[in-house]
Structures are given as structure tokens and as C-alpha cells.
T-cell receptor
Framework: EAQVTQNPRYLITVTGKKLTVTCSQN?????MSWYRQDPGLGLRQIYY???????DKGDVPEGYKVSRKEKRNFPLILESPSPNQTSLYFC???????????FGEGSRLTVL | QKEVEQNSGPLSVPEGAIASLNCTYS??????FFWYRQYSGKSPELIMS????GDKEDGRFTAQLNKASQYVSLLIRDSQPSDSATYLC????????????FGTGTKLQVIP
């Protein structure tokens, strides 16, 4: 079954405590990206990756890091989380540069 | 001006009616257009893609694109209560990177 798996699904943490949200896909997709979804602001792209070792900033990259060492994995790193990073995060993949995205189930992050 | 604009709704239609969802975009070079459906608490799911002017039909769904007016719409015929969800319009610019911009979504309520 085609899957994009995110972990953790829910997390409450405190300001400044580094965390990583993992994303793994089993579809051999080249493109992977991270979005955050906030009420009234919709889905906004944080970072994207076109292939292994190729990443670039999206619209709201501040406070986030990513890496793409393997094709199937694209972790999102919050080095020093702040309350304004409280959000619902989605990892998405695409088999080509089509814009047709396949989303993971989402990770709800709360930073106190 | 937002890159992709949608009326947030809610749009309420009776069961069996046609629901009409609209979206405008600001970047004239955009070439790929998408409709995603998002149920409450779930991840977005691609339901329609459209790349050229005109209509594209898939079952009860019809996507309409008018590039001259920078306008995309989604018609849902014979609306069902199970269609109640938020519908996200998304636009992709041409090029070698995965830049997909989303609208904030229109909430659709189908009344039994």
C-alpha cells in the first residue's frame, strides 16, 4: 500500500527543545516537501526536495531545517522550537514535477 | 493580493444539488491547477487536476479553467453529505521545482 508515514502524529513540547518530525515514503517518489497548516493561512510550504541531497526553501523556512540523505526519508528539524511553530505539519510527495501531491497523515505540534 | 484566493464559506447546499466552488489566482504564468479535498482532522487528498482551458469531468466532479480570467472552479453534481469537507484550490508555476501554492480553502456543507 502506498504510504507517506509521519512521526510523531502528536507532540507537545517546550520552547527550545530540539525535535525532529520524520517522514518516510514507500512510493519511490523523487519530490518531497513539508507544509504547515494554520487557521486562516492555509497550507504553506516550508521546504521541498527534488531528490537526494537537493533541497530548497519554500515560503516559510525560518526556524526549520531539512535533510534528504535517502530517497525515502525527509525529516523536518526544529532546532529551537518556539510557540509560533505550533501548527499542523504535513509531509507530501510527488512522483514527478507535476504538483500532484500525496500527503502524509499530519503531525500536530504544540510548543509551550 | 494573495496568490490563490478562495471564499472561506461555509457554502451550504442541499443534498442532490450542484455545489460550485471558485478560485482565482494571481500569477499569469501558472500552468497547473488542482483541487484537493480535506475532511476535518484528515490530510488533503487530490481529487482533480486540470492543465488546459475548458472543462474536465471525472464522475460527479467537473473542474473548469479559464486562464484569461485566472479563474478555476469545481462543480460537484448530485452533492452528498459525504462531500462535506474543505476544498483547497492549488496552483503550480512552471519550472523544475515543486512550487505548489494553496488557497485557504472553502468549507462545503451538504445538508441532508
Amino acid at each position: 500500500e502506498a504510504q507517506v508515514t509521519q512521526n510523531p502524529r502528536y507532540l507537545i513540547t517546550v520552547t527550545g527543545k530540539k525535535l525532529t518530525v520524520t517522514c518516510s515514503q514507500n512510493m519511490n517518489h523523487e519530490y518531497m516537501s513539508w507544509y504547515r497548516q494554520d487557521p486562516g493561512l492555509g497550507l504553506r510550504q516550508i521546504y521541498y526536495s527534488m531528490n537526494v541531497e537537493v533541497t530548497d526553501k519554500g515560503d516559510v523556512p525560518e526556524g526549520y531545517k531539512v535533510s534528504r540523505k535517502e530517497k525515502r526519508n525527509f525529516p523536518l528539524i526544529l532546532e529551537s522550537p518556539s510557540p509560533n511553530q505550533t501548527s499542523l505539519y504535513f509531509c507530501a510527495t510527488s512522483g514527478g514535477n507535476t504538483g500532484e501531491l500525496f500527503f502524509g497523515e499530519g503531525s500536530r505540534l504544540t510548543v509551550l | 493580493q494573495k496568490e490563490v484566493e478562495q471564499n472561506s464559506g461555509p457554502l451550504s447546499v442541499p443534498e442532490g444539488a450542484i455545489a460550485s466552488l471558485n478560485c482565482t489566482y494571481s500569477d499569469r504564468v501558472s500552468q497547473s491547477f488542482f483541487w484537493y479535498r480535506q475532511y476535518s482532522g484528515k490530510s488533503p487528498e487530490l481529487i482533480m487536476s486540470i492543465y488546459s482551458n475548458g472543462d474536465k469531468e471525472d464522475g460527479r466532479f467537473t473542474a473548469q479553467l479559464n486562464k484569461a480570467s485566472q479563474y478555476v472552479s469545481l462543480l460537484i453534481r448530485d452533492s452528498q453529505p459525504s462531500d462535506s469537507a474543505t476544498y483547497l484550490c492549488a496552483v503550480k508555476r512552471p519550472g523544475g521545482y515543486q512550487k505548489v501554492t494553496f488557497g485557504t480553502g472553502t468549507k462545503l456543507q451538504v445538508i441532508p
